[in-house]
């Protein structure tokens, strides 16, 4: 795995020290790739760019690199892209049997309901690890169950998009400036006025008009 060179970026005050105002609760990833035949389950995501390192416990080493584009779909074949396109954007990578993706799930979808979304943010989510073995399967049912209308990109067996963004643990979110720069990772069930302070601090770094 290739790494680049970070550009010059301001770090996001409101991430510093995120774990201690998080409700960090995290499940490791396993790569369990048994049972991964079932169709509609797995997508065929496209990405292009250096892949960012491994997430680490302590300063984040993708800080300030840039992310890699994929051009993936949703379950129902709509596309959904992650794209150098001048939006900030939070990303947020599931697994079905992850007890805290399953919980952090119908908050963040309520967070949405409620309106929380700033105009000018992409929110996107990422399911990934799947696999027909394992609890919850399979994850279309779940996300429906909860009433799920985040744009999600279906990874592939391989799990290309999440090792694209160095993902270790879930939940696992992914903060991106308007100039499609990493402003900061994290793992863990995150409380919805965290996601909203952080939402509101990648919009404000939109360039005016």
């Known amino acids: 795995?290739?790494?680049q060179a970070p550009r010059k970026f301001p770090l996001l005050p409101v991430l510093i020290g995120i774990g201690a105002i998080a409700l960090i609760a995290t499940v490791i990833l396993t790569m369990d790739k048994?049972?991964?035949?079932?169709?509609g389950e797995f997508g065929t995501p496209e990405v292009t760019g250096t892949a960012l390192p491994p997430?680490?416990?302590g300063t984040d080493p993708a800080l300030g690199f840039v992310i890699p584009e994929v051009v993936g779909a949703d379950f129902d074949g709509t596309e959904v892209r992650i794209a150098h396109d001048g939006r900030p954007k939070?990303?947020?990578?599931?697994a079905h049997w992850c007890s805290h993706c399953q919980a952090e799930v119908p908050v963040v979808q309520d967070w949405v309901e409620a309106g929380n979304l700033p105009e000018g943010l992409d929110l996107i989510a990422v399911?990934?690890?799947?696999?027909?073995?394992?609890v919850n399967f399979p994850p279309s049912e779940w996300l429906a169950g909860e009433d799920w209308n985040v744009p999600t990109i279906v990874d592939d067996t391989s799990y290309s998009v999440g090792s694209a963004f160095g993902l270790d643990a879930f939940p696992f979110w992914v903060f991106v400036s308007p100039?499609?720069?990493?402003a900061g990772r994290t793992s863990g069930e995150l409380p919805p006025e965290t996601i909203t302070e952080i939402a509101a601090?990648?919009?404000?770094m939109t360039p005016a008009g």
């Open 34 to 39: 048994e049972g991964v035949s079932e169709e």
């Open 127 to 134: 399911a990934t690890s799947t696999s027909s073995t394992r």
């Open 90 to 94: 939070i990303i947020i990578f599931l």
């Open 55 to 57: 997430a680490t416990t």
């Open 1 to 3: 795995m290739t790494t």
């Open 179 to 182: 100039d499609g720069l990493v």
């Open 201 to 204: 601090t990648l919009v404000a």
